[in-house]
């Protein structure tokens, strides 16, 4: 149980386009999901927190307006990374809670974003 | 002091020996705490929940010291497949986040 998807698992895009992510709850409805990023050989950084049909919190300095988030039902929140540039390249996870008994956060395999 | 911290190592551990990695966190009113793991360009998996009362599972124990505000985690009899990047973590009293240590680096050698 308590299973999460991602999709795609990497994507190589030129800059200056948009990129859609899509974060799954396969097995449980998440109440809440979460969008982390990770650059190599650093810890997870929480962009922004996101309840199901209710606007995504971000964290502070993350712009909203090019990681455009929606949570349009319980198993489904999608990253929108809008006009890509080089220094957004990184391996972007989700994470979605609902699935156990201590609050835990289950984690997607991860999208490895490469912008050129 | 930061929210979560963890000596990020590494820790470069025998086959067959035990192995003990602490996490502090900073906020007094937090709540719930967790270790995962991440291997190599893998997202996290989440190892165990780490109850008020500790909890062993197999050869991992973990432990609480709300007292002095750290987790801990125990690994016995370690395997070569026990190398992996131990992340802690810590949900934040009353908010939905959960806070990651930036993770202590093992390392079994054979």
């Known amino acids: 149980g308590a299973v999460v998807s991602q999709h795609p698992s990497w994507v190589i895009c030129k800059s200056g386009t948009s990129v859609k992510i899509e974060c799954r709850s396969l097995?449980?409805?998440?109440?809440?999901m979460f969008w982390y990023r990770q650059f190599p050989k650093q810890s997870l950084m929480l962009m922004a927190t996101?309840?199901?049909?209710?606007?995504?919190?971000?964290e502070q300095g993350v712009e909203k307006d090019k990681f455009l988030i929606n949570h349009a039902s319980l198993t489904l929140s999608t990253l929108t990374v809008t006009s890509a540039h080089p220094e957004d390249s990184s391996f972007y996870i989700c994470?979605?809670?609902?699935?156990?008994?201590?609050?835990?956060?289950?984690f997607g395999p991860g999208t490895r974003l490469t912008v050129l | 002091r930061k929210e979560v911290e963890q000596d990020p190592g590494p820790f470069n551990v025998p086959e067959g020996a035990t192995v003990a990695f602490n996490c502090t966190y900073s906020?007094?009113?937090?709540?719930?705490f967790f270790w995962y793991r991440q291997d190599c360009r893998k997202e996290p998996k989440l190892l165990m929940s780490v109850y008020s009362s500790g909890n062993e599972d197999g050869r991992f124990t973990a432990q609480l010291n709300r007292a002095s505000q750290y987790i801990s985690l125990l690994i016995r009899d370690s395997k070569l497949s026990d190398s992996a990047t131990y992340l802690c973590?810590?949900?934040?009293?009353?908010?939905?986040?959960?806070?990651f240590g930036k993770g202590t680096r093992l390392h079994i050698l054979p």
């Open positions: 906020n007094s009113a937090s709540q719930s």
């Open positions: 994470s979605a809670r609902g699935g156990g008994t201590y609050n835990e956060q289950f």
């Open positions: 996101s309840n199901e049909g209710s606007k995504a919190t971000y």
């Open positions: 973590a810590v949900n934040i009293g009353g908010d939905d986040k959960i806070i």
């Open positions: 097995d449980f409805q998440a109440t809440t």
